[in-house]
């Protein structure tokens, strides 16, 4: 939502406020009695105003502190995603640097999906993947197929992928049935939304964004109240402007009271 519609949406709900005090301006004509009706019309109005005018501006709340954040915060925002091995990553990678804001893209470990193997078959591959690609730092094997990688910076992880995935069909006739390389995307964080658009627009799946300002847009998130009792507070502060409205004489009596005796008079 824009600063035009949330100013717009905000001003509708302080007319509709104003409403309400006028209906309570409106006592003397309509008689005392009719307080509790006031009271209902201003409850109400104010949990309708509530609901449809300031509940859509709260919901942006955390993407607007999002934007103050971005513009303020220093240091960089980390963007992950899982690139399919059959991607040309060393291509992707060097298309992502040339991306306004971005400071470094690296590749942070390779999940592979294989045939299952037996224990025995673990151990030797466990063994062995150093002998496969001396550029594989260390690797994660489990039974049902699953293998993890960390390869040395800088170093095509396909590369890796290729020759373990070689090895273990020509070894022991397992096929690799799905691959992906987890990049890694430090950005400024005014270019993070552009980055993040990048990558979803070659149906990259981004699986997070991590830095200074999504922490504090996390830590705000969790401190807010839930909508039902933004809800339920404009509800009341309906009724509460619809009393100011029929008390208002009363109200500025005792305020003149406060000043006058605080003035000396």
């Known amino acids: 939502m824009d600063v035009l519609s949330v100013t717009v949406m905000l001003a509708l709900f302080i007319l509709l406020l104003a409403f309400i ?48 954040y971005i513009s303020t915060e220093g240091g960089t925002e980390t963007v992950t995603a899982d690139v399919s091995a059959a991607t040309d990553i060393v291509k992707l990678t060097e298309e992502l640097r040339a991306q306004e804001g971005v400071v470094d893209v690296h590749s942070e470990g390779i999940v592979i ?23 594989i730092t260390s690797w ?46 430090e950005v400024n964080p005014r270019n993070v939304d552009s980055v993040v658009s990048y990558l979803q627009a070659r149906d990259i799946i981004v699986t997070g964004v991590k830095g200074p300002a999504e922490e504090r847009v996390a830590a705000l998130k969790s401190s807010l109240p839930a909508k039902s009792s933004i809800v339920l507070f404009c509800g009341v502060l309906g009724m509460l402007t619809g009393l100011a409205g029929v008390f208002i004489d009363s109200i500025l009596g005792f305020v003149r009271g406060i000043y006058e005796r605080y003035r000396g008079v």
């Open 21 to 68: 005090f006028s209906a309570g301006l409106m006592t003397p004509i309509i008689g005392k009695k009719n307080l509790l009706f006031v009271v209902f019309i201003g409850f109400v109005a104010g949990t309708v105003g509530g609901a449809f005018l300031v509940s859509p501006v709260y919901d942006d709340i955390p993407e607007i502190a999002r934007g103050i």
């Open 113 to 135: 999906k294989t045939d299952r193997f037996s224990e025995d078959r673990k151990r030797i591959i466990e063994d062995k993947i150093s002998v496969i690609d001396s550029n």
């Open 140 to 185: 994660k094997v489990y039974t049902n197929g699953t293998i993890i990688l960390q390869v040395k910076r800088g170093y095509n992880p396909v590369k890796a992928l290729e020759n373990l995935a070689e090895w273990l069909m020509y070894t022991g006739g397992i096929n690799t049935r799905y691959s992906a390389v987890h990049l890694v995307v």
